[in-house]
């Protein structure tokens, strides 16, 4: 008898488990969206739970740029690059993004996540190493995974760990190191100096994901490479329009004959649909933008350092943050879902992240900033974050770090309401979809 494929689909019922309880904090649906406030259930809620940083998604004069783009193209490209899917847009883009970052070439594709994966799996072989941060995004773990490359793990942000994990390496082999330029958690910075010190003592390539610090960090919002000045000293420079540019859509960037071969050899470029007419039009208004209206960057900044002194001045472990994104450390599982759950409650949107996207025992809450909020919008959050810290409190050191103990992803009392009996009571394997549902969603 066949092995029944559906059966774990069947007996799957975390998510239903969590909406029964009423703390579910997934897939919450926007009905409007004004970029630092959003509608949901008819009711307008501030939106901290965004990437759109410098406000741009919104924008009147992107939204008309995607709208020409679509007169003039049409929908989609119904294409490859490869084959029929190239427009005069996305050359002109490629052109663009590559004068703006000092970089020879550029290589669009059609998400971020696809970026990571087809760069690494096209550039590495079998005998060479990946060196990955341990707190790199979702979508280079996963390149990693599908590139014929071994790969090493090193502590986050540790020069020295990188340093001790080169040093092993055989030296006939290639190396590659990767790693966040803005972490996507934390939202601390990549010690990028001494890592590029390191990178060029053993021969390593340089490959930095600036998808939450272009349009937010180094001059006109051109990254950490060139907020360090290391820009030449880093081979491989990512990027996201999923986030500062308000759209969607992703690329690598670097020399002319390392683009070149990676255009002929990653399958998730070739074997895909080209972006967007629309989405190509809005990126390219967007990056005009950033570099015309350099006080959007001010403004953010601004928001950030009051977000920073705000959430630190209530009581709040805010980490090592260096950026717009500000975990607000909460501990337990439970209390960061019953957190968030209060915020929305309260107009606040929010969301929590728990074990894998971070680390055991230390759930948070991402927040994230816009150059668009106002004080009054961060004053309100600022407020009801206070508020809910008196109901709930703040850190709490929570059950899961324990030695040894590893429980279901909604597997956990809830705190304050009313309900102290286990959620779910099979806390003995790993609940691997309730787990891989959150990391998706919350990297
Ligand atoms: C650091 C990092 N890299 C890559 C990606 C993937 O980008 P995209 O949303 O364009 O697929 C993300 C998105 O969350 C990210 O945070």
Known sequence: ????????????????????????PYFRCIEQSYGNHVVCGGEEKIMIGSNNYLGLAQDPRIVEAACEATRKFGAGCTGSRLLNGTISLHNELEEALAAF?????????????????????????ADDFILCDRENHASIIEGCQVAPAKLVPYRHNSVEALRN?????PQESGSLIIMDGV????????????????????????????????????????????????????????GTFSKSFGSMGGFISG???????????????????????????GVLKALEIMQSEPERIDMLWKN????????????????????????????????????????????????????????????????????????E?????LYIFAKIARELGTFDDPAYTETGRRRNVFDFALPQRGRSEEVRGDSGDTSRNGSELHAAFSR
């Open 165 to 169: 994990r080169l040093k092993r390496i």
């Open 304 to 375: 950030t350092r009051k977000m920073h002194e705000g959430f630190k001045s209530i009581g709040f472990k805010i980490g090592s943050t260096q950026s717009p994104i500000v975990p607000i450390l909460i501990g337990s599982e439970a209390k960061a879902f019953a957190f968030a759950q209060r915020l929305f409650e309260e107009g606040v949107f929010a969301i929590p992240a728990i074990y894998p996207a971070v680390r055991y025992g230390e759930a948070i809450v991402r927040t994230s900033f816009m150059s668009t909020h106002t004080d």
């Open 377 to 381: 919008d961060l004053d309100k959050v």
């Open 101 to 125: 970052l000092g970089r020879e070439s550029a290589l669009l594709f059609s998400t971020g996540f696809f970026a990571n994966q087809g760069a690494l799996a096209a550039l590495t072989e």
């Open 255 to 281: 020399s002319h004959e390392m683009i070149e071969f990676v255009k002929h050899k990653a399958r998730c470029f070739i074997f895909t649909a080209s972006l967007a007419p629309a989405v190509v039009g």
């Open 1 to 24: 008898m066949a092995k029944d494929l559906f059966k774990k689909c069947r007996e799957y019922s975390d998510s239903a488990d969590a909406r029964a309880q009423g703390f579910y």
């Open 183 to 238: 972490f996507s958690m934390s939202g601390d910075m990549a010690d990028l100096p001494p890592m590029v010190k390191a990178a060029k003592e053993y021969g390593a390539v340089m490959y930095v994901d600036e998808a939450h610090s272009l349009g937010v960090v180094g001059p006109q919002g051109r990254g950490v490479t060139h907020h360090f000045g290391v820009n030449d000293d880093v081979e491989i420079v990512m």
